[in-house]
Nanobody, 121 residues
Framework: QVQLVESGGGLVEAGGSLRLSCAAS????????MDWYRQAPGKQRELVAT???????NYADSVKGRFTISRDNAKNTVYLQMNSLKPEDTAVYYC???????????????WGQGTQVTVSS
């Protein structure tokens, strides 16, 4: 009923920037908080940044001051602006959100398909 489509990953040199996007579509009544997670090879998936529907944000310590999360509620889209990228930022990045669809009484979790970010040293 709901799809999350990510874009914007790629290969960049250390110190460079990338901007990720994730658009939610489908039978959406309300999108709650939206998050970005990442998973590096051999490591657990970790939360990178969160933004509430009201625009409050929270970041992992490892990305504070370098990454900025934002959203466009009219487009049900979340963005992650990543600056001053480091090789340790290399991972597959996933967007996540909880969506209340029409006809449901509680929200359900949805994940994007993931987009690869590779930072070369």
């Amino acid at each position: 009923q709901v799809q999350l489509v990510e874009s914007g990953g790629g290969l960049v040199e250390a110190g460079g920037s990338l901007r990720l996007s994730c658009a939610a579509s489908g039978n959406i009544f309300r999108v709650n908080a939206m998050d970005w997670y990442r998973q590096a090879p051999g490591k657990q998936r970790e939360l990178v940044a969160t933004i509430t529907s009201g625009g409050s944000t929270n970041y992992a310590d490892s990305v504070k001051g370098r990454f900025t999360i934002s959203r466009d509620n009219a487009k049900n889209t979340v963005y992650l602006q990543m600056n001053s990228l480091k090789p340790e930022d290399t991972a597959v990045y996933y967007c996540h959100t909880a969506v209340l669809v029409y006809g449901s009484t509680w929200p359900h979790d949805y994940w994007g398909q993931g987009t690869q970010v590779t930072v070369s040293s």
